[in-house]
């Protein structure tokens, strides 16, 4: 059954460096999405990607962060100077054309600990 | 805005037992409904949903929810608990309808499954 994925499972950086968190998404999927789940709240949604381009954010994704699909199969979230409160579990999903009612498919997600 | 609320961030049951999780939701348009499970080490996984139609839906691994519009809720059943239901349980709305990619995530309820 096709799957997102997501890599590294853990990443571990210091605070000011920048990290590139992978994602392949579902391979006949057109939207992308990033969530992340900071330990103990809610899973909160930063951003979505239709078509080379994002087309939701939301506030938590101010200009420290970027989003790529570089080569027609990764999808990409870079944080440029890492805070310690970006420490969290970092999910991608991805959603078929034919997803009208918005199901989207998870990765297993990425856990950035800032330090 | 939309918004979910999960009671009980932690239920226990025994095995056999009957499997209760409380969703009530918040939406400004008539909402589509998920339950996402996720368990240890995996991403979100989609149980079932609601769009349209019959507010009974069934979903994977025996569990289904039930839509009441009078009571804004999607609380999530199974009639007879398993180990392997021992998982994290995410209620999600989507504002698709509305024009947003997003959804709207409660904080989870972790479900402990006793022999």
């Known amino acids: 059954e096709p799957e997102v994925t997501q890599t590294p499972s853990h990443q571990v950086t210091q605070m000011g460096q920048e990290v590139i968190l992978r994602c392949v998404p579902i391979s006949n999927h057109l939207y992308f999405y990033w969530y992340r789940q900071i330990l103990g709240q809610k899973v909160e949604f930063l951003v979505s990607?239709?078509?080379?381009?994002?087309?939701?954010k939301s506030e938590i994704f101010d200009d420290q962060f970027s989003v790529e699909r570089p080569d027609g199969s990764n999808f990409t979230l870079k944080i440029r100077s890492t805070k310690l409160e970006d420490s969290a579990m970092y999910f991608c999903?991805?959603?078929?054309?034919?997803?009208?009612?918005?199901?989207?498919?998870f990765g297993p997600g990425t856990r950035l600990t800032v330090l | 805005a939309q918004s979910v609320t999960q009671l009980g961030s932690h239920v226990s049951v025994s095995e056999g037992a009957l499997v209760l999780l409380r969703c009530n939701y918040s939406s400004s348009v008539p909402p589509y409904l998920f339950w996402y499970v996720q368990y240890p080490n995996q991403g979100l996984q989609l149980l079932l949903k609601?769009?349209?139609?019959?507010?009974l839906v069934k979903g994977i691994n025996g569990f289904e929810a039930e839509f009441k519009k009078s009571e804004t809720s999607f609380h999530l059943t199974k009639p007879s608990a398993h180990m392997s239901d021992a998982a994290e349980y995410f209620c999600?709305?989507?504002?698709?309808?509305?024009?947003?990619?997003?959804?709207?995530f409660g904080k989870g309820t972790k479900l402990t499954v006793n022999p």
């Open positions: 999600a709305v989507s504002d698709i309808q509305g024009g947003s990619e997003k959804l709207v």
């Open positions: 999903a991805s959603r078929s054309r034919s997803g009208v009612y918005n199901e989207q498919f």
């Open positions: 609601y769009t349209t139609g019959a507010t």
């Open positions: 990607f239709y078509n080379n381009e994002i087309s939701e």
